[in-house]
């Protein structure tokens, strides 16, 4: 299972190399030692190949279908590749001056030049038919029978699946947001405290106690086993992709499109993967994980989460067009906020989320990364007037890194925040944010 | 000697303006140009090389250890366009300006005082690029493929990025009308088209392509420009734009772009091939019409770089279909070489090694394309470090060693000394192996699930990323040998001095001109004898 890291099994291993290398120690004075150490630490390697050499099989039709054409490709590209290689390496043996050859003169050869076109075309034209069949499967997906051939109606069409439930999945720097539509449940989803402690520049957590190191988060993806899921995705500000390899495929999140991809996972288990396109600082750190679960453990999971108080809860919305296509302006709060915020409790509540939201870009001190990633401390805006601050933060700022969180944290969230902000470091607004301050602000 | 004649002779009457001043910022010699570009090339080559060693370095083991990921981002970043727009072109631009005028018989380019000019935009178009780094904000870091909204997030870098890249193009298109127009009117009497040594010909074919791609570029990256500073929404949804058209136009330049970077590369191995075989090209006729195809082909294949985009299973299936083909008149290419070799009488001298792991390893490059051909597979390869190997397979062990190459087979022309074969083969053995543990582990992590793009991964990359990071610093240190050994060969030192001919198999023009090459050849206009030509195609 290419993604699937089995710590135990890297720890082990190296483990292995380490003993390896004693073994190796005392005949390290020789040449001999040398190749043996190079030789120890490729088979270290090979050891290792086992979870890590090849495109994963994976857990759906499609990603086995895949599988299938990427080995069907490779033995193909192989067997090429052998042929050519061999006649050109054995002419490097066979025809040297140094064998006193007397060099051939002829330029050219007709038949030979059209075997070798018309031949190639041939092993294009193999390849190109389970190529489109899979295109087919993941783009146009029709019902199959158990030998994979298409079912088809009296009148000789093929039949489409039917989708039995629909995700929305939106990029966001740097985390996802999952919104299973219909149910009113959302998730957010971002790299899991551990990872994130251990892979700062000076560490508080060593990356070597991290089960799953950047490969964890805080709230899964949840979705039921043998069901056919419509995944749609869509981001809020810059491009992300969403990629399990397990599940054969990944697609673009854009902001501003609504791109489709469909998939039905076979076996339930964990299935980790991250974003695969360039989306800024912390494009490395937004790992994907998807708990795939018994139907009857997915319906229990998610009458819990619909009953469960955790701030990720949203009312129900409809899963109409608008509603996929702009979500964020129909998701109503139902948490209840306390009125009025203590000015102790909005900074302890602020800190808390300055750290989660804010610090990976203007970090804990407050003191940014340079012009891109603005400084906090001595801020105009967050030293300026409280308005303009919330509008910042609410709205996010155009063209710029500073995306619009009102979408995305409560507004109780938001106080907190900026409150802290203001307070925090140098900063000489010393005031408070309310809740309903940012209401205002938001709803205007 | 006959030969230390002539030399005394060219000395008496070369003509070259005195003085550091006019002899190179002033200069309208081709050969001086040539030599420019070629430095240039080089110092790029190495400052994008100390880049990627960074890279490597940060990778060697799970863990940010040296750089923060937004350093990361700019170094993968200024890594790329500096190889691409600093190092692999220029490179070819030196080759063609040295080279092309010789090779059909031309006393110099058509248009001297516009190639000083295309010569010396580049290097403030680069100080300007790499003055980003000490900028607040520091330098572009949305990736070289410059993909709004991400590059929009960016801060000055992007004016200073865009305005490099317009004079980069304002240099390219000067450069190219300048070899199409010397290749059209400056052949000598009885040089017809198709007695063209094959690298004139790539480089003809690749000046087209210029011409048509670099303005496209030049357009999406306005758009990017007035997107940022004047409010146009042409890439943002938001006010009506669209992302994904700027990915359309990028590719539409960057596919052609790829193959500007391989067609005089193919041109050069076409040359040495033949030479070190002592036999004729083979299959000169279908050379050139295969690179010619492949030109075309570039042009209409784009979209295969954005098969995760979204695109319509129409759309999808086409760039597939349209992609395949591309292998064909590839394939013929590489029959051809092989052809070449078959047969002939053949010696391994330095430039024959590199052309020959050329062959191979492109070749390997060219499989990976291939597998990445096919949309539904492309799904599970896009964006992984399957595609970081495929590319740099290609523009690495292919580009690059083709110019490597190119360098140690015209040195002795160039420079009127032989470079120490000993050294050569040192640094051809040395690049060769550590060059396959850089970036033949990649394909691993790429199929094993590594995104590219990314500083910091997962403890299961951990091996294959130290081996790839080894074989990094082996390669590396073994280009800063190899300027050790241009050093010694400029100057003479542990070298003989070369003859006209240079190689025993060696035929076409500059092998009939002293060594090295007077300031200026080719000044009479005498016609060219067949027999001094490599290929007379009776077509």
């Not at chain 1, 610090?359 to 990633?373: D, K, L, N, P, R």
């Not at chain 1, 409560?410 to 209401?439: C, F, G, H, L, M």
């Not at chain 2, 949309?375 to 470090?385: E, G, M, S």
Request: with cysteine; glycine share 8%.
């Amino acid at each position: 299972m290419a993604i699937l890291t089995d710590y135990a099994r890297h720890k082990e291993k190296l483990e292995g190399k380490k003993s390896m290398n004693k073994t190796t120690k005392s005949c390290n004075k020789s040449l001999l030692g040398f190749i043996f150490t190079v030789f120890g630490l490729l088979m270290a390697s090979m050891a290792h190949a086992e979870y890590g050499i090849n495109l994963t099989e994976g857990v759906t039709d499609f990603s086995q279908e895949v599988y299938g054409l990427h080995m069907i490709v490779f033995w193909i590209c192989l067997v090429i590749a052998v042929l050519v290689f061999g006649v050109m390496i054995y002419s490097m043996f066979a025809h040297r001056k140094s064998k006193g050859v007397k060099p051939a003169q002829f330029s050219h050869n007709t038949t030979a030049e059209i075997i070798w076109t018309v031949i190639p075309i041939l092993i294009l034209v193999v390849m190109a038919i389970p190529a489109t069949t899979a295109l087919i499967n993941m783009e146009a997906p029709r019902q199959l029978d158990e030998n994979g051939k298409a079912v088809v109606d009296e009148d000789g069409n093929t039949i489409p699946i039917q989708m039995e439930m629909t995700i929305k999945v939106t990029g966001y720097q740097w985390k996802w947001k999952y919104d299973y539509l219909g149910e009113g449940v959302s998730i957010i989803s971002s790299l899991d405290k551990l990872s994130n402690a251990a892979r700062q520049a000076n560490p508080t957590v060593k990356l070597e106690d991290v089960e799953n190191y950047l490969l964890d988060v805080d709230n899964p993806l949840v979705i039921p086993v043998n069901t056919n899921i419509r995944i749609l995705l869509t981001a809020n500000d810059v491009i992300h992709s969403w990629w399990v390899p397990e599940f054969g495929w990944k697609r673009d999140a854009i902001p501003g499109y609504v791109n489709e991809a469909w998939t039905n996972v076979k076996k339930v288990g964990t299935y980790r993967g991250q974003c695969a396109e360039l989306c800024g600082k912390d494009h490395g750190f937004m790992p994907i994980v998807v708990n795939v679960v018994s139907k009857e453990d997915y319906a229990t999971w998610l009458s819990g989460q619909k009953g469960g108080e955790t701030a990720e809860v949203v009312a129900p919305i409809s899963s109409d067009e608008t509603a996929i296509l702009a979500p964020e302006a129909t998701v109503a709060e139902v948490v209840a906020e306390p009125i009025e915020w203590t000015q102790s409790e909005l900074m302890a509540k602020g800190q808390e989320v300055y750290n989660m939201e804010c610090a990976t870009c203007h970090q804990t001190s407050g003191e940014g990364i340079g012009e891109t990633f603005p400084a906090l401390k001595g801020s105009a805006v967050v030293n300026g007037s409280i308005e303009e601050n919330i509008k910042t933060v609410v709205f996010g700022k155009e063209g710029t890194a500073m995306q619009a969180f009102g979408g995305r944290l409560t507004e109780s969230d938001i106080a907190a925040a900026i409150t802290y902000t203001r307070n925090a470091w140098d900063n000489t607004a010393k005031d408070a944010v309310q809740p309903e301050d940012v209401k205002k602000i938001k709803n205007s | 000697m006959s030969h230390a004649d002539t030399h005394d002779h060219d000395h008496d009457h070369d003509h070259k303006p005195k003085g550091f001043v006019k002899r190179w910022l002033m200069t309208t010699n081709h050969k001086d140009i040539g030599t420019l570009y070629l430095i240039f090339a080089f110092a790029m080559f190495i400052l994008g090389g100390a880049l990627a060693m960074i890279i490597r370095l940060e990778l060697f083991q799970p863990g940010l250890q040296f750089v923060q990921p937004d350093f990361f981002n700019q170094l993968t970043t200024m890594h790329a366009l500096i190889m691409v727009f600093g190092a692999v072109m220029p490179a070819f631009v030196g080759f063609a300006n040295w080279m092309i005028p010789i090779m059909i018989g031309a006393p110099d380019m058509a248009l001297p005082r516009m190639n000083n000019w295309s010569f010396w935009i580049l290097p403030f178009a680069f100080t300007m690029l790499t003055a980003t780094f000490f900028m607040d904000g520091g330098a572009p870091a949305a990736g070289w493929t410059l993909y709004p909204p991400l590059v929009l997030q960016g801060g000055k870098n992007l004016a200073f990025a865009v305005f490099a890249i317009h004079m980069l193009g304002i240099s390219s298109i000067m450069g190219a009308i300048n070899v199409i127009a010397t290749i059209m009117n400056m052949r000598a009497p009885n040089m017809g088209y198709l007695k063209m040594p094959l690298f004139v010909w790539t480089w003809l074919i690749t000046a087209f392509l210029l011409i048509a791609v670099m303005p496209v570029f030049a357009g999406a990256v306005t758009m990017l420009l007035t997107d940022h500073y004047f409010g146009t929404t042409f890439f943002n949804a938001a006010g009506g734009g669209d992302p994904v058209l700027f990915q359309h136009i990028f590719w539409f330049f960057g596919h052609p772009e790829v193959y500007i970077m391989i067609l005089p590369s193919f041109g050069i191995i076409s040359e040495i091939l033949p030479t070190f075989s002592r036999k004729p090209l083979f299959g000169y006729v279908s050379m050139v019409y295969a690179s010619a195809a492949i030109a075309f082909l570039s042009f209409i294949v784009w979209a295969h770089h954005m098969f995760s985009v979204g695109m319509p299973f129409g759309g999808e299936l086409y760039f597939m279909y349209a992609t395949m083909l591309i292998s064909i008149p590839t394939g013929v290419k590489v029959f051809n070489w092989v052809s070449t070799m078959w047969k002939g009488a053949m010696t391994f001298e330095t430039p024959m090694l590199w052309a020959i792991a050329f062959v191979i390893l492109f070749t390997i490059g060219g499989f990976s394309g291939l597998m990445m051909a096919i949309a539904p597979v492309d799904f599970q390869y896009h964006d992984t470090y399957f595609i970081v190997a495929h590319f740099h397979y290609v523009l690495v062990t292919g580009a690059v060693f083709a110019i490597i190459a190119g360098v140690y087979y015209w040195i002795p022309k160039w420079t009127g000394n032989m470079y120490s074969e000993r050294l050569g083969k040192i640094h051809f053995w040395w690049s060769a192996i550590s060059v396959n543990v850089l970036f033949f582990p990649q394909h691993f992590l790429g199929l094993a699930g590594m995104p590219r793009r990314i500083p910091d991964y997962s403890t299961q990359f951990a091996e294959f990323n130290m081996w790839s990071s080894i074989g990094g610093f082996a390669f590396g240190l073994a280009q800063v040998f190899f300027i050790w050994i241009v050093y010694r060969t400029i100057k003479g030192k542990g070298t003989t001095k070369a003859t006209d001919r240079v190689w025993e198999g060696a035929k076409g023009l500059e092998w009939f001109i002293p060594s090295p090459a007077p300031h200026h050849t080719f000044q009479d206009g005498e016609p060219v004898k067949d027999e001094q030509l490599a290929h007379v195609s009776s077509h």
